[in-house]
């Protein structure tokens, strides 16, 4: 992505076809429906890892694994401990200290 946050159509041409969201190479086996797949990306991330995340969601919430998006204020490395909290008991389905 561009710092505009519009995605390049020269990175896109190399990457074409390996993407795991990208609906025109998806494999079925890729997502299976008891999936549990957690995105996110701070609100203020100077990557854009935000955008991405958001786009990737976008793909995969209608297909049959459960999926969810959350976007954090702050920066990239803002909060990490309590993202990566908040990201391994969704996809866990249980609180943090019940993960062996």
């Known amino acids: 992505m561009n710092a505009q946050g519009k995605?390049?159509?020269d990175v896109l041409a190399t990457l074409a076809g390996q993407r795991p969201a990208d609906g025109r190479a998806?494999?079925?086996q890729r997502v299976q429906?008891?999936?549990r797949i957690y995105l996110e990306g701070a609100a203020q991330d100077?990557?854009?890892a935000?955008?991405?995340?958001?786009k990737i969601y976008e793909v995969l919430k209608s297909r049959p694994s459960r999926c969810t998006?959350?976007?954090p204020p702050g920066r990239h490395a803002d909060h990490?401990?309590?993202r990566l909290q908040r990201g391994l008991q969704w996809v866990f389905d249980q609180p943090l200290t019940d993960i062996k």
Do not use: D
């Open 7 to 9: 995605l390049r159509a």
């Open 46 to 48: 100077q990557f854009f």
């Open 26 to 28: 998806q494999k079925s």
């Open 69 to 71: 998006f959350y976007e």
């Open 33 to 35: 429906p008891g999936q």
């Open 80 to 82: 990490v401990r309590e």
């Open 50 to 54: 935000n955008i991405g995340a958001r």
